[in-house]
């Protein structure tokens, strides 16, 4: 006999008071700390409580009693369902203030360490269609949010082409508009829909593996160039056929694109990194330019995803290096190279090191289209390239600039670093809590002397960071 579920609680005209991290509102209920997803400080609310600890629940709001007057009317149909842009709700004006918060309690609670005044975050210019890049995901198992259940609403398709649900990994949500990326993006991705659905094309079962459509990535760029990927598992001669004929349809429709690409993915997931990437029109490439630097972009290529703001961000990782031209630079985490080669005509040499060797020979190709021809490019991992005799060899770096993922830097990469001994540190990071870990670490033999937040996308609770480190003397 199976245990029966304990009911939870609903509290009653709790008031939001603040924000939290991942995106979510907070309010106290006596000793109880409850996160809430899709409200904002000043909202009073009933709150069903779906998780309960010692000391905090996660609750969603069933009742709005008072809207707080920060609040904002979210301006896409999918606010609320897709997972996304979960800051909506909140006035630009305040999401950079809580990101600006954000970095400042990371760097005071984690990184417990000395610093100077915190420069104002710099707000994104867009913030709507700021986006370069999105995938789709094809599924026959279409997400029936839990009005269109309560109203038993029939859909003729079950298909769907959207966003995956958060914790429902084969679920997809139908999206009909994005405010991410150009609308460019909607009218492919909705004509390719329709087509399907007209020659009754099969979507992707992401559990049992069957289905042709299943992946669709499209890129833009401020040259105007146009990507369109997609991706679909062939097993028959027919479906290939098919898919032909769809990407025919794509280039009549849609002329503009410029790099019209398939891949076949007979795997159980979406990674192509190790596919063949076949192009049915145009090149396999598209252009991103920066102060005159064209970067070549394939469909594998990692690029910042907002191109205007990622311009920003690079201006004040090269402010704080300080370049006057003499410097040796090591540009760390330098993926395909594209701060290496922003700073390299400020610099005598930068030397960019990736642990993705693809990566590297796109930084290379980078360099070679910009005619630049003061930057190395090693593939490899950090601490096992930074070493004594790579020192010996390229020279002590008078500036390092260190880029990593979320995680943050390895601690054999900090003991890198600290070996290495540079002038200055530009540590450019996309989580501020790693990223005061780190600063602790190398703390006792660098000072921060600059932190300068950067928004890079607007509607989420993420948020940029860079810091300038000089050595102790």
């Known amino acids: 006999?199976?245990?029966?579920?304990?009911?939870?609680?609903?509290?009653?005209?709790?008031?939001?008071?603040?924000?939290?991290?991942?995106?979510?509102?907070?309010?106290?209920?006596?000793?109880?700390?409850?996160?809430?997803?899709?409200?904002?400080?000043?909202?009073?609310?009933?709150?069903?409580?779906?998780?309960?600890?010692?000391?905090?629940?996660?609750?969603?709001?069933?009742?709005?009693?008072?809207?707080?007057?920060?609040?904002?009317?979210?301006?896409?149909?999918?606010?609320?369902?897709?997972?996304?842009?979960?800051?909506?709700?909140?006035?630009?004006?305040?999401?950079?203030?809580?990101?600006?918060?954000?970095?400042?309690?990371?760097?005071?609670?984690?990184?417990?360490?000395?610093?100077?005044?915190?420069?104002?975050?710099?707000?994104?210019?867009?913030?709507?269609?700021?986006?370069?890049?999105?995938?789709?995901?094809?599924?026959?198992?279409?997400?029936?949010?839990?009005?269109?259940?309560?109203?038993?609403?029939?859909?003729?398709?079950?298909?769907?082409?959207?966003?995956?649900?958060?914790?429902?990994?084969?679920k997809v949500l139908a999206i009909e508009k994005c405010w991410l990326q150009d609308d460019i993006s909607n009218q492919i991705r909705n004509a390719i829909r329709d087509y399907a659905y007209a020659h009754n094309y099969s979507f992707f079962n992401l559990r049992t593996q069957e289905g042709m459509l299943r992946n669709l990535m499209i890129r833009t760029s401020t040259t105007n160039q146009l990507m369109v990927l997609l991706q679909c598992k062939i097993t028959e001669e027919e479906e290939m056929l098919l898919l032909k004929k769809l990407l025919q349809y794509i280039d009549n429709k849609f002329p503009q694109i410029t790099s019209l690409l398939y891949v076949i993915n007979n795997k159980c997931n979406d990674t192509i990194t190790d596919l063949e990437v076949h192009?049915?029109?145009?090149?396999?490439?598209?252009?991103?330019?920066?102060?005159?630097?064209?970067?070549?972009?394939?469909?594998?290529?990692?690029?910042?995803?907002?191109?205007?703001?990622?311009?920003?961000l690079y201006k004040v990782a090269r402010t704080f290096a300080k370049l006057t031209g003499n410097e040796l630079v090591y540009d760390l985490y330098t993926g395909t190279g594209t701060i290496a080669n922003f700073v390299s005509r400020q610099a005598k040499k930068v030397i960019g090191i990736e642990y993705v060797p693809e990566a590297i020979e796109d930084a290379k190709i980078n360099s070679a289209i910009n005619h630049i021809n003061n930057t190395l490019f090693y593939a490899g991992d950090m601490k096992d390239i930074l070493t004594q005799e790579f020192i010996n060899e390229h020279g002590h770096p008078d500036v390092i600039i260190t880029d990593p993922p979320r995680a943050g830097m390895h601690n054999d990469v900090i003991n890198s670093i600290l070996f290495a001994e540079p002038k200055r540190i530009v540590y450019v990071s996309c989580n501020p809590a790693t990223q005061a870990r780190d600063l602790q670490l190398l703390d006792g033999k660098y000072k921060v002397r600059a932190v300068q937040p950067v928004d890079m996308f607007p509607h989420t609770h993420h948020v940029e960071n860079v810091v300038l480190l000089e050595k102790r003397f």
């Not at 191109?307 to 920003?312: D, L, P, R, V």
Request: aromatic share 12%; with cysteine; charged share 25%.
């Open 1 to 170: 006999m199976s245990r029966k579920k304990k009911e939870l609680p609903i509290l009653e005209k709790v008031t939001i008071t603040d924000v939290a991290a991942e995106g979510k509102a907070l309010a106290r209920v006596n000793d109880l700390v409850v996160f809430v997803p899709y409200v904002v400080p000043g909202d009073v609310v009933d709150l069903q409580v779906k998780r309960k600890k010692n000391h905090y629940a996660e609750a969603v709001a069933v009742k709005f009693h008072e809207y707080s007057p920060k609040r904002a009317v979210p301006f896409c149909q999918h606010y609320g369902v897709c997972g996304g842009c979960k800051w909506q709700c909140l006035p630009y004006e305040e999401q950079i203030q809580y990101k600006q918060q954000q970095v400042v309690d990371n760097l005071i609670r984690i990184g417990k360490i000395e610093l100077p005044e915190i420069s104002p975050i710099l707000g994104s210019a867009k913030t709507q269609f700021y986006r370069n890049k999105l995938e789709f995901t094809f599924s026959n198992k279409r997400w029936l949010t839990e009005e269109e259940i309560k109203e038993n609403v029939i859909y003729e398709q079950m298909n769907a082409v959207g966003f995956h649900i958060p914790n429902a990994f084969d």
């Open 279 to 312: 192009i049915f029109k145009g090149n396999d490439h598209i252009f991103e330019e920066m102060e005159g630097l064209r970067f070549k972009i394939g469909a594998k290529s990692f690029y910042q995803t907002n191109s205007e703001q990622a311009y920003n």
